[in-house]
């Protein structure tokens, strides 16, 4: 058991250090092998994955499409040994590469929770460091930050 789950995390680890093209390749060859096992939960990596590739390589629908497969699995399970925000956080990118309005919504609403877990889970002491010291974070932030912006300016045009 052990062992699969190093495998696992070792191929997650490759599929984010590949050039898009190859780290596609293998995120997509890691989704089938766990579909035929019927693992739901280590799907969700590799879904993700597979969508930052394919909005790297410039194919927005097919990264919406693996995006949402990756959200549509976490109904069912929670994501195994991967931070559910990237999850989500991909989602919102693809989204917005669609054009998509629902994006700017969906990334506020996900800088929300982040913030609820930083104000529930993490001690305030670490707070800074948990939101401005990750870098999965502070994109978030930085993204709701636009989105709110970009909100403001569209009412303010009226």
């Known amino acids: 058991m052990k062992r699969v789950v190093l495998w ?7 599929a984010r250090c590949l050039p898009p093209k190859a780290a596609l390749a293998l995120a997509q060859e890691e989704m089938e ?10 799907q969700i990596p590799f ?3 597979a969508a930052r590739a394919q909005l790297a390589l410039g194919d927005p629908q097919a990264a919406l499409r693996l995006a949402q497969r990756a959200i549509e699995g976490m109904k069912g399970a929670w994501p195994a040994g991967f931070p559910q925000f990237e999850v989500r956080y991909t ?13 700017s919504d969906e990334v506020r609403r ?22 401005q010291g ?3 974070h502070r994109r ?3 993204a709701a930050e636009r989105a709110a912006a970009g909100s403001r300016l569209r009412l303010l045009k009226g």
């Open 8 to 14: 696992r995390r070792l191929r997650i680890v490759k």
């Open 33 to 42: 092998r766990e579909a035929t096992r019927g693992n739901r939960a280590t």
């Open 47 to 49: 879904a993700t994955l």
């Open 91 to 103: 989602l919102c990118e693809a989204l917005a590469a669609v054009g998509d309005a629902a994006a």
């Open 110 to 131: 996900l800088a929300d929770d982040l913030q609820r877990v930083a104000s529930t889970r993490v001690p305030e002491a670490h707070r800074r460091g948990y939101l």
């Open 134 to 136: 990750v870098a999965l």
């Open 140 to 142: 978030i932030l930085a």
